[in-house]
């Protein structure tokens, strides 16, 4: 079974870089079948695209985050990361890591357990 | 840019059927996904390419699809149902993955 597990820092200062970090067990990163991405959630609103990357190293932003953000696929850790650039407020979020499905309308059939990023100083 | 709606809420009586819609001027050309969130709980697909259901989700969760909407059905609607349902888009135009505002689902 398939399993993604998002890590890394709950509180980061404004101005400051957003990292995290997914980590995919059960089953191989090096897939052309899939993409891997992010989806954050502010507290008590919906569901926001961050982005998504292909095995062949494509990257796919949401347009309003795309001068601020990176992701990255490590496959021989079997990871893939986030970065957010100049974080503020607006950027505190539950993040999901997500696997994507390449095609057949991109669905997302597995979903790490999220992580709560806060932004403060 | 490429929008998805969804009403807000859906109130329904148990064991009766629940309808959620989801419509977007560029859904005639791209499949629809579902997902359900329970509260404190990672979204689960329960529907992907209009109608197909992932294994393990009960037979009760259906979807269809007619010109600009996609529509999600959970017949003999149950408790354990109550939750936000987000549909979800690819727009192959742009290579962006879209979401709608969610509907959330009350169970009276």
């Known amino acids: 079974q398939l399993q993604l597990q998002e890590s890394g820092p709950g509180l980061v200062k404004p101005s400051e870089t957003l990292s995290l970090t997914c980590t995919v067990s059960?089953?191989?990163?090096?897939?052309?079948?899939?993409?891997w991405g992010w989806i954050r959630q502010p507290a008590g609103k919906g569901l926001e695209w961050i982005g998504s990357m292909s095995y062949g190293g494509s990257t796919y932003y949401d347009p309003s985050l795309k001068s601020r953000v990176t992701v990255s696929v490590d496959t021989s850790k079997n990871q893939f990361s986030l970065k957010v650039n100049s974080v503020t407020a607006a950027d505190t979020a539950v993040y999901y890591c997500?696997?994507?499905?390449?095609?057949?309308?991109?669905?997302?059939?597995?979903w790490g357990q999220g992580t709560l990023v806060t932004v403060s100083s | 840019s490429y929008e998805l709606t969804q009403p807000p809420s859906v109130s329904v009586s148990p064991r009766q059927t629940a309808t959620i819609t989801c419509s977007g001027d560029?859904?005639?050309?791209?499949?629809a996904s579902w997902y359900q969130q329970r509260p404190g709980q990672s979204p689960v697909l329960v529907i992907y390419?209009?109608?197909k259901r992932p294994s393990g989700i009960p037979e009760r969760f259906s979807g269809s699809s007619s010109g600009n909407t996609a529509t999600l059905t959970i017949s003999g609607t149950q408790a354990m149902d109550e939750a936000d349902y987000y549909c979800?888009?690819?727009?192959?135009?742009?290579?962006?993955?879209?979401f709608g505002g969610g509907t959330k689902l009350t169970v009276l």
């Open positions: 560029k859904l005639g050309n791209n499949y």
């Open positions: 390419q209009d109608t």
């Open positions: 979800q888009a690819w727009d192959s135009s742009t290579s962006h993955v879209v």
């Open positions: 997500t696997r994507q499905r390449d095609g057949s309308g991109n669905y997302c059939d597995y």
């Open positions: 059960g089953g191989t990163i090096s897939t052309s079948t899939y993409f």
